[in-house]
């Protein structure tokens, strides 16, 4: 676990898989973004919005724009 970031969620540009919205919702709650990917995956198997909400989050969230 990391420490959660305080302000704005964003997407994860450095660590994203798809789009950074996994790894950007992780890094703001502090957990890893391995946990939060396979929490994603396995919630697709119940009913539910999942897919159409991870598209909204995709166009919704601004990428960081964190200096590395």
Known sequence: MTS?????????TSNK???G???GIARRIGLSPTAVRWAFVIS????????IAYL???IVLPPDTRVR
């Open 4 to 12: 959660p970031v305080s302000g704005r969620p964003t997407r994860d």
């Open 17 to 19: 898989v798809l789009g």
């Open 21 to 23: 919205v996994c790894s």
């Open 44 to 51: 697709c198997v119940l009913p539910g919005p999942q897919f």
């Open 56 to 58: 909204v989050l995709w």
